[in-house]
């Protein structure tokens, strides 16, 4: 393996790192607040569909000509560029909406803490800092800062320590003081809370998908990915679950209800010395680095499409050396503006919307192979159903608790839809405009007047 490449530990870290920290410090209190105490089987069931999303990544990056990600996989596998194009188009508002939930995160946080203004000029202060840090990271990755694999791996590394220690140290408090029990919850009433709270927390299961973008920096990319796979998924469900368990037992309801984002760091306090502080902290560096990492991700992911003639050339450069700096503003731009005036729980919606659709639409081409060796076909059918299941159940969420956000989100999505097939169809639409024009001007030659 060359120095310069990254190894199994490296993935595993990047994966990981992709849905530890920022997502969980997010997502969480938003689960919290739709299925309270199953929270846990929330990730669960989230879980499970993402690591059949992931075996299927696995299938078609073994058997495609063309080592990549979602986009290229549509395009081996359908031949349908505008179909890629449009799967692109839509990974990338997913990535916007993650930046926004990790934006408003970080912004609750950081005016949570002691001495940090709640208001500025009469005006809530959240927004200002969310948008500030979104500000700061575009001019940091402007600069073409990037973090080595090394880095990632202490990182992620102490991220996850401290979420151990909180959620272990939980499960231990609760046990000798009693209320444990809240944060484990009942399953035997029938209900469809959990999984609409697991539709609603699949943006955080999105991270590992990465890799499949940057397979020329991974020694050994195929093997590599698919170990690096299906090691993180199961960890962070794992990681999910201890820290749900010990949320929902040990942090207050009415944090729940009015500062989801919060709720993590509420929790500590009864055991772990500062515990506010310090998981509030540990959330600003954790968002903060999520916002850092989806943004350079999500600009060479844009830079790639740019190249293939898949977004206008308007949104940058495709030539330039490094990020384009038109393209970090404009998702910068787009990014702020969905984190100042938007809700946690909408933003949180919006983006695990985009990844369902996505990771489904993978599901299904892995499901189309199953007749080739090593493919089973049960995985990717269990996928598939529940990115269904969990699109159906989303809506109905929205349209029956947040009503709202329920028309924010389709008329965004139509909007989108249909900016992507003016766009991605435009010359066919050429082509009738010119049939059109050449027939208006054989009218007069024909004696056909306007009148008839």
């Not at 939930?101 to 002691?114: E, I, N, Q, R």
């Not at 005006?123 to 402007?142: K, Y």
């Not at 699109?391 to 349209?399: C, E, G, N, P």
Request: net charge negative.
């Amino acid at each position: 393996m060359s120095d310069q490449q990254l190894g199994l530990a490296e993935g595993v870290s990047i994966a990981l790192g992709g849905m530890i920290g920022g997502g969980i410090f997010a997502v969480l209190g938003v689960v919290a607040q739709i299925t309270h105490a199953a929270t846990w089987a929330a990730f669960v069931l989230a879980g499970i569909v993402a690591l059949c999303a992931g075996y299927s990544y696995n299938v078609l990056n073994r058997i495609s000509d063309d080592r990549g990600g979602s986009v290229t996989f549509v395009q081996c596998f359908t031949g349908n560029a505008t179909l890629a194009g449009m799967t692109g188009w839509t990974l990338l508002f997913g990535y916007i909406g993650s930046m926004a939930m990790y934006a408003y995160a970080f912004g609750s946080f950081a005016t949570g803490l002691p001495y940090v203004p709640t208001e500025v000029a009469g005006l809530p202060a959240r927004p200002l800092v969310s948008i500030l840090a979104i500000a700061g990271f575009v001019g940091l990755n402007m600069l073409g800062a990037r973090a080595t694999g090394s880095t990632e791996n202490v990182l992620v590394g102490v991220k996850i320590a401290i979420l151990l220690v909180m959620g272990l140290g939980g499960l231990g408090y609760g046990w000798t003081h009693g209320g444990l029990e809240t944060g484990l919850g009942q399953l035997s009433t029938p209900s469809f809370g959990p999984i609409m709270a697991a539709a609603v927390s699949f943006v955080a299961f999105q991270g590992w998908q990465l890799l499949f973008y940057d397979q020329e920096s991974i020694a050994d990319p195929v093997e590599t990915i698919r170990k690096a796979v299906y090691v993180a998924i199961p960890s962070a469900v794992g990681i999910y679950v201890v820290v749900a368990i010990t949320t929902l037992s040990l942090a207050p309801a009415d944090v729940i209800q009015t500062h989801p984002e919060r709720a993590l760091a509420v929790a500590a306090d009864p055991f772990l010395p500062y515990g506010y502080l310090i998981i509030s902290v540990a959330a600003l560096f954790s968002t903060g680095s999520a916002i850092n990492a989806t943004l350079f991700s999500s600009g060479y992911f844009a830079k790639g499409m740019l190249s293939d003639d898949l977004l206008p050339d308007r949104v940058g450069d495709s030539s330039a050396d490094g990020l384009p700096y038109r393209t970090l503003l404009l998702l910068g731009i787009v990014t702020a503006t969905l984190s100042a005036v938007g809700t946690l729980g909408a933003i949180t919606s919006f983006a695990s919307l985009a990844f369902i659709v996505v990771f489904g639409g993978m599901c299904y081409l892995a499901l189309r192979q199953h007749d080739r060796e090593n493919v089973t076909a049960a995985i990717p059918l269990v996928g598939g159903i529940g990115s269904i299941g969990f699109f159906v159940l989303m809506f109905w969420h929205l349209y029956r608790a947040e009503p709202e956000t329920f028309v924010s989100v389709v008329v965004i999505a139509v909007a989108v839809l249909t900016v992507e097939l003016l766009y991605f169809e435009r010359p066919r639409l050429e082509e009738i405009t010119e049939i059109g024009a050449a027939v208006e001007e054989q009218l007069p030659a024909t004696g056909v007047s306007e009148e008839q």
